[in-house]
């Protein structure tokens, strides 16, 4: 399927590993020009150099920022090109207790996984809508919805995503520029695998055994039983930025495998 993404300019936040190091390189194989995001020029250059070994006639470009700062975010949003696809894909989790959780974990939450996206729409959406043409997506959870109890600051942050999502999707209407939001379940990233593997060590289990309990006492809803696949979630992302998904706007898309239940 041509999703018809060749020479769109599409940046991604937090995206030097994990979930939007994938859909940078998926887009890259659609020939779009993507611009990845990290804190450091050395994880950039690093991820780069990785694209490039996986696409190799792909166009890329990393931009430094640290979405914990104003200030750095400032420099980003100066050097931005005219943006087509926005993806609000960082993101940052710390599992505790919702007494032993600080004010400042709190705001460091609300800065890097809600204020990244509010800057970067605010910055790019005006010019999408002078354009007839943009697309952002927002990357949420499960977690918007299930709100596990040692991770309230994060669901909390993951859940105000969708407001925003859903109210920039309003100032769309009648235009060709879209806006909705992607909810994956637990994902399988190089950090999540790590997180598997000490787990079992601690236990004196198997990486497989780890995974089922999770899913059986964590996710009891999950339809799935496992994690989704970096890939399964990218794909999807780089699908709901394409012209062809253009009937989609306002919408909460779940990947979160029935982990949430419901019919819609
Ligand atoms: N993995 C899951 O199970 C899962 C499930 C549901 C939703 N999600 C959501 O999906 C999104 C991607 O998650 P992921 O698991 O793929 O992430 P990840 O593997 O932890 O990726 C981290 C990325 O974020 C960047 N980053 C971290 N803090 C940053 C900051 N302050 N400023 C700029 N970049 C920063 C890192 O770059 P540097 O290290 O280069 O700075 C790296 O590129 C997140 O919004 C997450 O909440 C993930």
């Known amino acids: 399927m041509d999703l018809k993404l060749k020479d769109k300019t599409v940046f991604i936040s937090g995206s030097t590993s994990g979930i939007g190091y994938c859909a940078a390189k998926i887009f890259l194989q659609e020939e779009a020009v993507v611009y990845i995001n990290g804190r450091t020029q050395q994880t950039i250059d690093k991820a780069i150099a990785g694209l490039k070994v996986e696409v190799p006639y792909g166009?890329?470009?990393?931009?430094?920022a640290?979405?914990?700062?104003?200030?750095?975010?400032?420099?980003?949003?100066?050097?931005?090109?005219?943006?087509?696809i926005l993806i609000n894909n960082v993101g940052i989790y710390t599992s505790k207790s919702f007494f032993d959780t600080t004010d400042e974990e709190w705001q460091h939450h609300l800065e890097v996984n809600v204020m990244s996206g509010v800057r970067l729409s605010r910055s790019v959406l005006p010019t999408m809508i002078k354009n007839n043409w943009g697309r952002i997506l927002f990357i949420s959870s499960e977690c918007a919805s299930l709100v596990p109890e040692d991770l309230i600051a994060y669901s909390t942050s993951k859940t105000a995503v969708l407001a925003i999502s859903r109210g920039l999707a309003q100032l769309t209407k009648g235009t060709a520029v879209t806006v909705n939001t992607i909810l994956p379940g637990s994902t399988k990233t190089k950090a999540a695998e790590q997180f598997i593997s000490n787990m079992a060590a601690q236990k004196n289990?198997?990486?497989?055994?780890?995974?089922?309990?999770?899913?059986?006492?964590a996710r009891p809803g999950s339809l799935l039983q496992r994690f989704a696949s970096v890939e399964e979630i990218a794909n999807t992302i780089v699908y709901y930025s394409s012209?062809?998904?253009?009937a989609t706007n306002g919408a909460a898309i779940k990947l979160d495998g029935g982990s949430m239940g419901g019919v819609i």
């Open 243 to 246: 012209p062809l998904a253009a």
């Open 205 to 217: 289990q198997s990486v497989d055994q780890v995974e089922t309990e999770f899913f059986k006492e």
């Open 66 to 84: 640290d979405f914990s700062d104003a200030e750095s975010i400032g420099h980003l949003i100066a050097q931005l090109p005219a943006i087509d």
């Open 59 to 64: 166009t890329v470009h990393g931009i430094v």
